[in-house]
């Protein structure tokens, strides 16, 4: 599949159905492998996090999940032509395992967020498998424990919404004692599954805007927007850089 580096960050252009699909042919392989959903904030975070950036180059499907993303592959005439957010990613695997190829597993939140996050899904797709769910807020000395108890439900890709870079933390140190074949970072999806948390309007997520939305609606969110225009800035730098670069190289 075509892909660009944005920041020293991977982007697959791979669209929601296709994602499913290596999602599933994964499922059913052998080893254990890490999907990941490519934000804005992530790719700030790998530029001073040696280890984050390594997942995310390592990981065979990187998709992208914000506005900025696809800008930046604009701006520099990259292949990125759509994007494919957490929650939109946590439906299509639903509709899938509504077919029988997937059993998932739920992981993150708070409380009984990711119980009623499946529970949520499995009324719109009837013949959802799954496997079991437990809450995100747990101490990292218990990591073991739980991804034992993850592999003893049986399911084969686990959906994990910890946070970013929590959860792609957890998913490379842990992904492999859970028994799971896939691992998926869905960031804060469960929460709005679970109508804990309104989804931002058709308008609001076709301009890209949801960040906004969310701040309005969360005010002390306020820090972590910090990382849009430290990415808008250096995304904008690197493709002058580039355009510069070509430029000298065909004169």
């Not at 998932?104 to 708070?110: D, S």
């Not at 355009?243 to 190289?249: E, H, I, M």
């Amino acid at each position: 599949m075509d892909s660009i580096e944005i920041l020293g960050c991977r982007v697959d252009a791979v669209g929601r159905d296709a994602a499913v699909e290596r999602v599933a042919a994964l499922a059913h392989g052998t080893g254990s492998s890490q999907i990941v959903t490519l934000g804005t904030e992530m790719v700030v975070e790998a530029q001073h996090n040696p280890r984050f950036r390594a997942i995310v180059r390592d990981a065979p499907v990187v998709v992208c999940d914000t506005v900025g993303l696809l800008l930046a592959s604009r701006l520099r005439g990259g292949p990125l032509r759509e994007r494919v957010t957490g929650i939109e990613l946590v439906e299509a695997l639903a509709a899938r395992s509504a077919r029988g190829d997937l059993r998932l597993f739920f992981l993150g939140g708070r409380g009984d967020v990711a119980a009623r996050a499946a529970r949520a899904l499995a009324a719109r797709f009837p013949g959802l498998q799954i496997a079991g769910s437990r809450d995100g807020y747990f101490p990292l000395e218990r990591s073991g424990e739980i991804a034992q108890a993850i592999r003893g439900t049986g399911a084969n890709v686990l959906l994990a919404g910890l946070g970013s870079p929590r959860q792609e933390l957890w998913l490379a140190e842990h992904l492999s004692q859970t028994g799971c074949a896939v691992g998926v970072g869905v960031g804060g999806a469960f929460d709005i599954l679970a109508g804990d948390l309104p989804r931002a309007p058709a308008i609001w997520q076709r301009l890209g805007l949801e960040w906004l939305y969310r701040l309005r609606r969360e005010p002390r969110r306020w820090h972590r927007q910090l990382a849009l225009p430290t990415f808008a800035f250096l995304a904008l730098r690197e493709a002058v850089g580039l355009a510069l670069s070509r430029g000298k190289t065909t004169s």
